[in-house]
């Protein structure tokens, strides 16, 4: 798991969201990775599945049923049916994720006996440290908001940038303009 925390480090450093993976084989490490959604556009570019590419390409096979996969934080729906697919041995994991997490905390598809393959989990390892790591990340995020919407005015008052979007009150639904019709 420390080696998923260093990699975490790696996305914080390129302003993505500090989530880091690594795949052992055998004790060894196979292939680690890290969060890259922002960096190369890629919604699905998370960081089980950018290590899980790594891994699948160095020993030539998709299916990697004698390795362990160490994240930082619970996988999401989309990560956990690749690993489930890519039928996984057993996943650790550290910081529960409340909001998308799929081995347990909103629902368990490790569990699902309809499913093919069954991989053994293990969460909360190191779970302090690594929720710490997005804690801390998330609120240097508000901070660097909080200051760059508080932009100083010419008389030295602290105003609103006019760069903001408008804010939508809570319960109001946006209405967008029709897309034209390009057919």
């Known amino acids: 798991m420390r080696i998923a925390l260093d990699q975490a480090q790696n996305a914080w450093l390129v302003g993505e969201v500090p989530v880091g993976a690594v795949i052992l084989r055998a004790g060894q490490v196979i292939a680690t990775g890290y969060n890259r959604p922002i960096t190369e556009h890629d919604p699905t570019a998370h960081a089980e599945i950018v290590a899980l590419r790594h891994a699948a390409t160095l020993l030539g096979n998709y299916r990697l049923p004698e390795c362990e996969l160490y994240v930082t934080l619970e996988p999401c729906a989309m ?42 989990i293990q969460g909360g390892v190191m779970a302090d440290a690594c929720g710490a790591v997005l804690r801390d990340f998330f609120a240097e995020r508000r901070e660097q908001y909080r200051l760059r919407r508080a932009a100083p005015a010419a008389d030295g008052e602290l105003s609103f940038s006019d760069a903001e979007e408008p804010a939508i009150p809570a319960g109001e639904v946006l209405e967008l303009p029709p897309t034209p019709d390009t057919t």
Do not use: E, I, W, Y
């Open 79 to 120: 990560c956990a049916m690749a690993l489930l697919h890519a039928r996984f041995k057993r996943v650790v994991f550290g910081a529960p994720d409340p909001k998308t997490g799929a081995a347990g905390s909103v629902l368990d598809l490790f569990a699902q006996p309809q499913l093919n393959h069954h991989t053994q």
